[in-house]
C-alpha cells in the first residue's frame, strides 16, 4: 500500500503531543513511544525527537518538535481551530458610515473596535464589525463578540 509518510508523520507528531508526560520548558518534552518505529525514526532524522531506539519507555522531543506538535495537535484535533480559520468577512458599510468611518483616526478607530460592551461577557470586548450605518447623526456599527460569538453594537457620535 503506498502512503504519504510526511502526513504519517504530522499525524504521529501531533498525537505525541497527546502524550506528553513531562514537559521541560524551553528544553523540549517526554512523551511515550507507542508509534510505529519507523514514523519516530523519521521524526528523529527531523530533529523533532530525540533516538526512540532505547531501553525507555519514552521519548525525548526537542523543544521544535513539542511546539510543533502542539501546532499540529490544535490544528488537527481540536474544534476551536475550525473556528480561527475562517476568513473574516469585509464589513459591509453604507457608502455615509463608510465615509464617516474613514474621518476617525487609526488610534480612535482602534480604541472603538477594542471596547464594545457584550451583554453576554457582561465586560468590555473587541468587536468584529460586520455592518455599519448611520442613523441620524450617528454611525452604528453592529458586529459580533470576538470572545463568545454573541451580537454587539457600537454607536459613535459626530465629531466637534
Known sequence: MNYDEDKIDEYTLALLYLVVHARHE?????????????????????????????????????EEGYLKAKELFERHFTTETKKAIKPVPFPKMTAAAKKRWDEISRDSKKAIINSTYCTRCKDMTTIQIREGRMTHDLLVLRGTCKKCGGEVARTIEPQE
Open 26 to 62: 524551553g528544553m523540549g518534552a517526554s512523551a511515550w513511544k507507542s508509534f510505529d518505529w519507523d514514523t519516530l525514526n523519521r521524526l528523529h532524522a527531523k530533529g523533532y525527537i530525540s533516538n526512540p531506539i532505547s531501553k525507555t519507555k519514552s521519548v525525548g522531543m526537542t
